[in-house]
């Protein structure tokens, strides 16, 4: 899915205005993510407990969809607290929470979204000794 961000056109941003228009931010839906279409998705990113990043990607869109909050992302509450508790900055946990989960970080049926990364899994298994290219038995 994309992201839509500030200065993104298209019937894509067209339908996010329509959407930000039914929870009752008053946009001109125009097609275009200006300024006032980003301070309408941070405010409603705001008021649902998501990342107030501005940016409408799969979280914003799927909890304008459902005019509900989903329990399962992290609000920037959480972000901020598990930033304290792990002594990083919260721009970090941002970082991680937009490249890492995809922008959802979970499956249909709730599990996580573990991102399969092949480059370490040789490392971790050469550093074991262990050999790829022997047949088993």
């Not at 599990?111 to 370490?120: A, G, N, T």
């Amino acid at each position: 899915m994309e992201i839509l961000r500030l200065g993104s056109r298209g019937d894509l941003v067209k339908q996010l205005e329509h959407l930000l228009v039914i929870e009752g931010y008053p946009l001109k839906q125009d097609a275009l993510f200006d300024q006032e279409t980003e301070g309408a998705v941070r405010n409603y990113q705001t008021r649902m407990g998501l990342v107030a990043d501005g940016l409408a990607g799969p979280k914003t869109i799927s909890t304008l969809l459902a005019r509900s909050k989903n329990p399962k992302y992290l609000t920037m509450a959480e972000i901020t607290a598990g930033a304290k508790l792990l002594g990083v900055e919260v721009e970090a946990i941002l970082a991680i929470n937009e490249v890492e989960s995809r922008g959802v970080g979970f499956l249909p049926d709730g599990r996580p979204v573990i991102l399969y990364e092949r480059h370490i899994m040789y490392r971790q298994l050469a550093a074991r000794d262990f050999n790829l290219m022997r047949s088993p038995g």
